[in-house]
Structures are given as C-alpha cells and as structure tokens.
C-alpha cells in the first residue's frame, strides 16, 4: 500500500515539474526583480500617489507607443539596416531580446517580433532609446555618421544609442 502511494507522490511530481517548467518557459520575459519593486511601491502610496502611479504607467505607455511606431521607419532605413541580420543584432543589442539570428524570416516577422517584445522593457530603457531613435530618424547627418561608425569593427549600438540620449 504503501508503494502505491509513493507512485502517486512520484506522478503527481512529475506533472508538477512539467507544469512548472512550461508556466516558467511562458514567462521567460517577465521581469519578476521589477514587479516586486512595483508592489512594494503600490502598497507604500498613499491614494494621490497612486494616482501619479497611474500617470506614470499611462506615460510608459505613450512611450512605447512611440517606440514601436518609430521601428518600421527606422529599420526601413537600408543606410543603417542593410540586412535582416543587422537589425536582429539592433535588437538583441539595443533592446536586450534573443531573436535567434540564424532562423530564416522575412523583414516583416523581424520587425513584428520585434514590436510585440518591445513592452517587455523598462520605463528607463524605454525613454533612453525613444530619444536616441528619434534623434537618429530626424537627422541624416547622424544617420550618415551611424553608417560611418559601423564600418568599426568595434561598432556598437549601445554605444550609439548611449550618445544620442545624452
């Protein structure tokens, strides 16, 4: 009898595990360290601070509105993304993804992925690259300098979009 219900332990494990592995698979993006410095401040606020919060949450999302309406013109820009491959590394560099660079897919699913991951980023990372992109699409002459730079083996976005935010 007693077997029998360490069989069950043993299954019930199992399915345990596996739950657990797919729920942490599902939710490889989500930034755990973030939220629960979100809660701690929700619960210290006082109700017109709660309100500040929502306008705070509400600015993050214009921001990242922003952000991904800047993406198609800007990755349309063949002076500074000649290749899929270029704008991959722009994202997995920039905007800290994992787009997997050796899979094969249009511009379109590059730039789509791209988009959709994009409301995983932080308030700070979110206004840093707004500022720098925005900077990079009204000039030509920083394009053309970005152009330049990449020449450089040593080329680096962060270091890119680090000076246009200053």
């Not at 939220?35 to 109700?47: A, G, L, P």
Request: hydrophobic share 40%.
């Amino acid at each position: 009898m007693n077997k029998k219900k360490n069989d069950l332990n043993l299954e019930k494990t199992f399915h345990f595990i596996e739950e657990l592995s797919w729920l942490l698979d599902n939710y490889k993006g989500l930034k755990l360290e973030d939220s629960v410095i979100q809660m701690k401040d929700i619960i210290e606020m006082s109700t017109l601070d709660i309100y500040r919060y929502n306008d705070i949450i509400e600015h993050k999302g214009k921001q990242i509105r922003s952000l991904v309406g800047i993406f198609p013109e800007l990755f349309q820009n063949r002076n500074l993304f000649p290749t899929n491959q270029t704008i991959i590394e722009f994202a997995n560099e920039v905007l800290q993804m994992n787009i997997n660079p050796l899979k094969n897919r249009s511009k379109t699913e590059i730039i789509g992925e791209i988009v959709c991951s994009t409301y995983a980023l932080s308030n700070y990372e979110v206004e840093k690259v707004v500022s720098a992109l925005n900077r990079m699409i009204d000039n030509d002459s920083v394009v053309k300098k970005v152009k330049e730079m990449k020449q450089d083996n040593s080329f680096s976005w962060n270091e890119v979009i680090q000076k246009l935010a200053e």
